[in-house]
């Protein structure tokens, strides 16, 4: 049977003795209450030892986690922003005067990017600051979601590229219909042409299916290409001409060719994907390899938190 030391004293005064040594500890049979006794107070002749602290490694690994998830912030909120910037300024958001419907801008696709990426870093900097471990569960689970998703969308550019060059063809062709509608697509058609030194989708000739440049318009721009397309669309060499494309439709071969870049975008925009294979790679690699260390950052945090929890 187990049993328990119990310490008797008797009080110190007039007409009382010290008990002999030996007699001050008095054997008594186990009981349940000593358990509770044992619980609620310590003695403080015995000796306990302290919670583990963390290492300077462990510091250190906790301030780079939210110094990294800061940044990730940081940049999110800069996304947000660009694309809250470019909402308003089309006045895109319900109640505007003009622009296209908000579901179908494209500026919205950085409000949700930025939205996503700034929750995630900023449950990653609250977990790391304040040693939580729901949000560094939060903060692991999403980086986990987000890498699945890069790897998925790598999987299928790998195994449905043609169907992919298709669908491009297909938005080039809806870019080049919707060319005056849309503020975004005219920008960005008026990019690829410029860089690329090409017009249309398979050549200058596309221009006729839109409803503004073919020759049946009434319009000024009529039979006419975008100033994207000229050869030289600076005017003196620093002003921009807006004209130099007008009634180029109109022109043969040899002096459309004289004035425009009359090979196709679609052709070029696939050759220039193809020599910036190696860069994409490159750059998915690179954000797969930021996550990881994010999260390797994240589980070290949250194992030290669990640690002296589990100690305490």
Not at 138 to 158: D, K, M, N, R
Request: charged share 15%; proline share 6%.
């Amino acid at each position: 049977m187990a049993l328990s030391r119990v310490r008797l004293f008797q009080p110190h005064g007039e007409g009382t003795r010290l008990l002999p040594q030996a007699s001050r500890l008095v054997e008594l049979p186990y009981s349940s209450f000593d358990d509770d006794d044992d619980t609620a107070e310590q003695d403080p002749g015995v000796w306990y030892p302290d919670s583990p602290k963390p290492s300077p490694f462990s510091r250190c690994v906790r301030y780079l986690a939210f110094l990294w998830n800061l940044l990730f912030l940081l940049l999110g909120l800069l996304t947000l922003a660009v694309g809250v910037w470019g909402l308003l300024t089309k006045r895109s958001l319900p109640g505007g005067e003009r622009g296209a419907p908000l579901g179908s801008d494209p500026m919205l696709l950085f409000v949700l990017v930025g939205l996503g990426a700034s929750a995630v870093s900023l449950a990653g900097c609250l977990g790391a600051l304040r040693a939580s471990p729901c949000l560094l569960r939060f903060f692991l689970g999403a980086l986990l979601v987000f890498g699945g998703l890069e790897l998925l969308g790598g999987l299928l550019l790998l195994l449905l590229r043609r169907r992919l060059r298709d669908a491009l063809r297909d938005l080039l062709l809806l870019c080049l219909l919707r060319y005056q509608e849309d503020p975004d697509l005219q920008f960005l058609v008026d990019e690829v042409q410029r860089s690329l030194q090409c017009c249309g989708l398979e050549s200058y000739r596309d221009w006729e299916s839109n409803l503004y440049f073919n020759c049946s318009s009434p319009g000024v721009q009529a039979c006419g290409v975008p100033a994207s397309c000229c050869r030289e669309p600076l005017q003196g060499g620093s002003v921009p001409n807006a004209q130099c494309g007008f009634g180029a439709l109109a022109l043969g071969p040899a002096a459309a060719a004289a004035l425009l870049h009359t090979g196709g975008c679609g052709a070029a925009l696939a050759a220039g994907l193809r020599g910036q294979a190696g860069a994409i790679a490159a750059g998915a690699v690179t954000l797969l390899l930021l996550e990881a260390a994010g999260a390797l950052m994240a589980l070290r945090v949250l194992r030290d938190v669990t640690a002296g929890r589990v100690w305490q």
